[in-house]
């Protein structure tokens, strides 16, 4: 259990952060909860609060180191040490490479991917080594192969997972674990942010919602994860085969990936 643990978690607002907030509320734990919208992230604290956990609310956009260290040391103003970092925010984008007008998409999902949550990280882990805590980093199958159409989001989710699997070697013996999680599709508000081929949002999910997991469903999957300090989760059946089919049967797990956009589910 995670009882009267400290834990960061960003994108906090929405989607798998808001049920991951919710999620560990029931442990009745304190939350710093981040995004960058104040006011749906006083929203999420009020239900959290009425969980029985204590909350903190950060509005940060991760994207800017300034304001990733600040959100660190609110929470350590407030509760004088850190246990668990959960890097969850995030952007994405839905576009074939050779159709984006506008590259800036690719750049700004790095921002927020990956590079928000080294910033992050990087201000985080002085507390995190003194407690011995737990270092997340919400990445995506994505992350693991790759996906049509979501070029640049799953170059960032790779570097997510790159960076996390080599921190984790390099915090052997100092008590710190690292954990990632690989959500599979999931419903969230960041498809309909998606960003198209013109840099602009998509304005609705280009999935079929009904059929994708729910987020209060990955979050009960990540926050046990969490508790047990497991080196990775992967959301789905079809996710974790096809990590294995990537290594013996590399064309296959290609066409897996372009049925899953074609019929995006």
């Given at each position: 259990m995670l009882t009267d643990q400290i834990v960061v978690l960003t994108g906090a607002s929405e989607g798998i952060g808001r049920a991951m907030a919710l999620e560990l509320a029931r442990q009745r734990l304190a939350?710093?909860?981040?995004?960058?919208?104040r006011e749906r992230l006083e929203e999420v604290a009020r239900e959290c609060e009425a969980a029985g956990s204590e909350c903190l609310v950060v509005p940060t956009d991760v994207t800017d180191p300034q304001q990733c260290r600040a959100l660190i040391d609110a929470a350590i103003a407030r509760f004088g040490r850190l246990d668990v970092l959960i890097n969850n925010a995030g952007s994405t984008m839905w576009s074939r490479f050779d159709a984006l007008i506008d590259l800036g998409v690719i750049e700004q999902v790095m921002r927020v991917n990956y590079l928000g949550a080294v910033y992050l990280t990087a201000a985080a882990l002085p507390w995190l080594k003194q407690s011995q805590g737990r270092l997340v980093a919400v990445t995506s199958v994505a992350g693991l192969t790759g996906v049509p159409e979501r070029t640049?989001?799953?170059?960032?989710?790779?570097?997510?997972?790159?960076?996390?699997?080599?921190?984790?070697?390099?915090?052997?013996?100092?008590?710190?674990?690292?954990?990632?999680i690989a959500p599979d599709f999931v419903r969230s508000e960041i498809h309909k942010r998606a960003l198209g081929p013109d840099g602009r949002p998509l304005g609705a999910s280009p999935m079929q919602v009904a059929r994708i997991m729910t987020a209060e469903r990955c979050a009960r999957m990540a926050?046990?994860?969490?508790?047990?300090?497991?080196?990775?989760?992967?959301?789905?059946?079809?996710?974790?085969?096809?990590?294995?089919?990537?290594?013996?049967?590399p064309s296959l797990i290609d066409r897996i990936a372009a049925a899953a956009i074609r019929n995006k589910r």
């Amino acid at each position: 259990m995670l009882t009267d643990q400290i834990v960061v978690l960003t994108g906090a607002s929405e989607g798998i952060g808001r049920a991951m907030a919710l999620e560990l509320a029931r442990q009745r734990l304190a939350l710093v909860l981040a995004a960058r919208s104040r006011e749906r992230l006083e929203e999420v604290a009020r239900e959290c609060e009425a969980a029985g956990s204590e909350c903190l609310v950060v509005p940060t956009d991760v994207t800017d180191p300034q304001q990733c260290r600040a959100l660190i040391d609110a929470a350590i103003a407030r509760f004088g040490r850190l246990d668990v970092l959960i890097n969850n925010a995030g952007s994405t984008m839905w576009s074939r490479f050779d159709a984006l007008i506008d590259l800036g998409v690719i750049e700004q999902v790095m921002r927020v991917n990956y590079l928000g949550a080294v910033y992050l990280t990087a201000a985080a882990l002085p507390w995190l080594k003194q407690s011995q805590g737990r270092l997340v980093a919400v990445t995506s199958v994505a992350g693991l192969t790759g996906v049509p159409e979501r070029t640049g989001y799953a170059a960032s989710k790779h570097a997510m997972t790159g960076f996390f699997d080599s921190l984790r070697i390099e915090l052997d013996g100092s008590g710190v674990t690292v954990t990632v999680i690989a959500p599979d599709f999931v419903r969230s508000e960041i498809h309909k942010r998606a960003l198209g081929p013109d840099g602009r949002p998509l304005g609705a999910s280009p999935m079929q919602v009904a059929r994708i997991m729910t987020a209060e469903r990955c979050a009960r999957m990540a926050v046990r994860a969490i508790d047990r300090r497991q080196r990775l989760l992967i959301t789905s059946a079809r996710g974790r085969v096809g990590r294995w089919l990537k290594l013996f049967a590399p064309s296959l797990i290609d066409r897996i990936a372009a049925a899953a956009i074609r019929n995006k589910r």
